[in-house]
């Protein structure tokens, strides 16, 4: 499995776009990048998925370049709410197994 | 409501002391699994299973049993707790869809203590 780096943390104030950026230099021709947040004492959400170039929905974007050695989770004009923790996880679907990392917290400030 | 429960949502208990945890879920999701977490460990895959009668082992899996019996429960079974399994536990689920398993839905999670 591909394991990824992460940032510990990041600081942001309300409305500014946040971007937090993922290393997975020994990422595999199968591997998907995908990101969950998580608020304390709660499991993990969903927030997107990709496998290369752009991938948009209504919460978040997500680049990834050509190599696919990082990716970069954009998160539009944030607010208190997305004050949490972002996970990049790397893995292959067809394999079923997890790393999920550390995270970065992010805080954001009024 | 489609979700993913857990029981309990807390528990302490002495060493040695057998313990469930339950999960079940109603979205009639294939993949199942579990993760621990712990501070500046983030989460950690225990045990997962691709539907009924079929585990695997993820990155911890020592000190754990599964079993998956029916496809909405996916028991965690500590058979003889030790204290460094105090921590939170999350059990999620997730569709199959040919062959690859998507975003996974999470419980609220289990703390617990060994003593």
């Known amino acids: 499995l591909a394991k990824t780096t992460q940032p510990i943390s990041m600081d942001s104030y309300e409305g500014q776009e946040v971007n937090i950026t993922c290393s997975h230099n020994?990422?595999?021709?199968?591997?998907?990048i995908t990101w969950y947040q998580q608020f304390p004492s709660q499991g993990p959400r969903f927030i997107i998925q990709?496998?290369?170039t752009k991938v948009t929905n209504e919460v978040a974007s997500l680049f990834i370049p050509a190599d696919r050695k990082s990716s970069t989770l954009s998160l539009p004009r944030v607010s208190l709410s997305d004050t949490a923790v972002y996970y990049c996880?790397?893995?292959?679907?067809?394999?079923?197994?997890?790393?999920f990392g550390s995270g970065t917290k992010l805080n954001v400030k009024p | 409501e489609a979700q993913v429960t857990q029981n309990p949502r807390y528990l302490i208990t002495v060493t040695g002391k057998k313990l469930t945890v339950t999960c079940s879920q109603n979205?009639?999701?294939?993949?199942m699994s579990w993760y621990r977490q712990d501070p500046g460990l983030g989460l950690r895959q225990i045990y997962y299973?691709?539907?009924?009668?079929?585990?695997d082992k993820g990155d911890v899996p020592e000190g754990y049993k599964v079993s998956r019996k029916e496809k909405r429960n996916f028991p965690l079974i500590l058979e003889s707790p030790s204290p460094n399994q105090t921590s939170l536990y999350f059990c999620?689920?997730?569709?199959?869809?040919?062959?690859?398993?998507?975003?996974?839905?999470f419980g609220p999670g289990t703390r617990l203590t060994v003593t």
């Open positions: 979205m009639n999701h294939e993949y």
């Open positions: 996880l790397v893995g292959e679907n067809n394999f079923n197994k997890f790393y």
């Open positions: 990709g496998y290369k």
């Open positions: 299973s691709m539907n009924v009668e079929v585990t």
């Open positions: 999620a689920s997730s569709p199959i869809v040919l062959a690859k398993t998507y975003e996974q839905y």
């Open positions: 020994n990422i595999a021709t199968n591997d998907y």
